[in-house]
């Protein structure tokens, strides 16, 4: 839920026309998020997305590889019955924008289906045969027949296989892999070309991290949004970047990361005095693999 906060104000500060909808997996979640005014926002719960499949999927397989198979579910949903917007995405909870995201879609305006490649750096080149090319963190669409088709097909793809480990004979890999077959089974599909869009840990180390201006620069695009895939919460102050890598470029923790962590900083003491008790989020240290913890404060410090 943290994340969700940091990214709802990375979007009321970067973009003046959206609508984020909201899928709440968990029950609680859903009940506190009803208690928080969220600008341009509408909450929704499984049930409100549930038929027979979706009650099936949510007993057959664990939480995480369910909450993978929603991704298309709920893009579906709001597809269906919320058709006046022109362009759509499923967003994943922990990206965070830096600048418009509607650059994305002006790449090509005319694009049916929008995809971002993973652009993995040296160290994460193995990881393609298990993750694929494209990385589902973020998937675009425009409103059209095209679209729609698409994402039947992957609904139904997930809801009959969304498995939490990878599975390379069959080249599947949680909701991810479906998606590879997108540009040669539908017109329109648009790879995104900016390097701004859904920079992450797997290619950071590929692009020279700059501030021009009001605008943090990957290389010379904009960056549009981070996914800080990896990334744990122990408390408001104490995090771990990142689960696989160091992150070694100072610009990228100082320009990038540093933002995100003064916007969880301020969701978690924000749900804090109102729910102390709530600590959905929160991961034990010890838990998660020791690549880079980092204390954020007020003052920089690595």
Request: charged share 20%.
């Amino acid at each position: 839920m943290f994340k969700l906060l940091a990214m709802h104000t990375s979007l009321c500060l970067n973009c003046s026309d959206f609508r984020l909808f909201i899928l709440c997996a968990d029950d609680v979640v859903h009940k506190l998020l009803q208690a928080i005014p969220l600008k341009n926002t509408t909450l929704f719960g499984v049930r409100d997305v549930e038929d027979e499949r979706v009650a099936r999927a949510r007993f057959d397989r664990i939480f995480h590889a369910f909450c993978w198979t929603l991704k298309p579910v709920f893009l579906q949903y709001v597809l269906e019955r919320f058709p006046t917007a022109r362009y759509y995405a499923h967003v994943d909870g922990d990206l965070c924008f830096y600048s418009d995201p509607g650059a994305i879609f002006a790449e090509n305006p005319e694009a049916s289906l929008y995809l971002t490649h993973h652009r993995n750096s040296l160290s994460f080149m193995q990881f393609y045969p298990i993750t694929g090319i494209y990385n589902t963190g973020f998937v675009g669409l425009k409103r059209d027949d095209v679209s729609r088709k698409a994402i039947t097909t992957w609904k139904d793809q997930c809801l009959n296989s969304c498995p939490i480990k990878e599975d390379p004979e069959k080249r599947l890999f949680g909701d991810q892999r479906y998606v590879e077959d997108w540009p040669t089974a539908y017109p329109g599909v648009h790879v995104v070309r900016s390097l701004g869009a859904n920079t992450a840990m797997w290619n950071i180390a590929n692009y020279h991290v700059s501030r021009k201006g009001n605008d943090i620069m990957i290389n010379h695009d904009p960056l549009i949004f981070y996914h800080f895939s990896g990334l744990s919460i122990f408390n408001a102050n104490e995090f771990n970047l990142s689960w696989f890598v160091h992150i070694d470029d100072e610009a990228a923790v100082s320009l990038i990361y540093r933002p995100y962590l003064k916007l969880l900083n301020t969701a978690i003491r924000e749900v804090g005095r109102y729910f102390p008790w709530f600590h959905y989020g929160f991961v034990d240290r010890s838990q998660v693999p020791d690549i880079h913890y980092y204390r954020y404060s007020e003052s920089p410090q690595a």
